[in-house]
């Protein structure tokens, strides 16, 4: 049971890790000082997320590991997050939009969590779901200024949909680990996440102006450990320091 928990845990922090790192990489370089700020600021708080999931792995792990060395010294076969994340930021429309359907998972994922049977899962998720609903607002809101927007904003945002739409599905496969722990009353129910956020994504996209694209979805197996070509280079930054330095401390 420890082992599965720990393994799920992974699963919620990773996502929150690599994509805290993807806005992290936009820092300076938003459209506007107010929307540069904005993400910068939901890159700390999926960061701020990380600590805490982290935090409790490592009690479950062993003596000697720390919210560190679980997110800096893993193998990226370890790593338990979806292929959606590490998406590049390819555009200002691929930004928003890889933000909007990972915000439309996340929020009622969360939703589920604060009933969670392990009681610091349950605290992290009530404590993040504030935060969730600004990160959800914000993206919807920037969909759809920029899919009923200029003819170029709109032509954007529909590439963006179309290229990253098939990586949503992994969201709600549910794995071995996810389904223990749904039916020991830790994990979510995907099933019903899946219902409201594809309900959310579609009420969305109508207001904006995108039609979902009718392409199949992407043999991705993120969960499993399983990355893109870009999970190395996103690694090569955020371990740097850790590789570097071993067992640094400030």
């Given at each position: 049971m420890h082992q599965s928990k720990y393994e799920y845990l992974l699963m919620l922090g990773d996502n929150s890790i690599i994509l805290g790192h993807r806005l992290s990489e936009l820092c300076g370089h938003g459209p506007s000082l107010e929307t540069d700020i904005a993400l910068t600021n939901i890159s700390l708080d999926l960061f701020g997320q990380v600590r805490s999931y982290f935090q409790h792995a490592a009690e479950l792990k062993d003596e000697d590991a720390t919210e560190d060395?679980?997110?800096?010294?893993?193998?990226?076969?370890?790593?338990r997050n979806s292929i959606l994340v590490e998406q590049p930021n390819t555009d200002f429309a691929h930004v928003i939009v890889r933000q909007f359907l990972f915000d439309?998972?996340?929020?009622?994922?969360?939703?589920?969590?604060?009933?969670?049977?392990d009681e610091?899962?349950?605290?992290?998720?009530?404590?993040?779901?504030?935060?969730?609903?600004?990160?959800?607002?914000?993206?919807?809101?920037?969909?759809?200024?920029?899919?009923?927007g200029t003819e170029e904003s709109h032509?954007?945002?529909?590439?963006?949909?179309d290229h990253l739409y098939p990586?949503?599905?992994e969201l709600f496969e549910e794995s071995p680990i996810e389904k223990e722990m749904k039916e020991s009353g830790v994990g979510?129910?995907?099933?019903?996440?899946?219902?409201?956020?594809?309900?959310?994504?579609?009420?969305?996209?109508?207001?904006a102006n995108l039609a979902i694209p009718e392409i199949a979805d992407r043999m991705v197996r993120g969960k499993q450990g399983?990355?893109?070509?870009?999970?190395?280079?996103?690694?090569?930054?955020?371990?740097?320091?850790?590789?570097?330095?071993?067992n640094m401390q400030w």
């Open positions: 060395s679980i997110a800096f010294l893993r193998m990226d076969r370890e790593y439309s998972f996340h929020l009622p994922l969360l939703e589920q969590l604060i009933h969670s049977k610091t899962i349950a605290a992290i998720a009530a404590k993040s779901i504030k935060e969730s609903k600004y990160h959800l607002r914000f993206s919807s809101e920037w969909v759809k200024r920029l899919g009923d032509k954007r945002a529909q590439a963006a949909l990586y949503l599905h979510a129910d995907l099933s019903k996440v899946e219902e409201k956020s594809r309900s959310r994504i579609h009420e969305v996209m109508l207001e399983i990355h893109s070509e870009h999970m190395g280079f996103i690694l090569s930054d955020v371990q740097y320091m850790q590789r570097a330095y071993p």
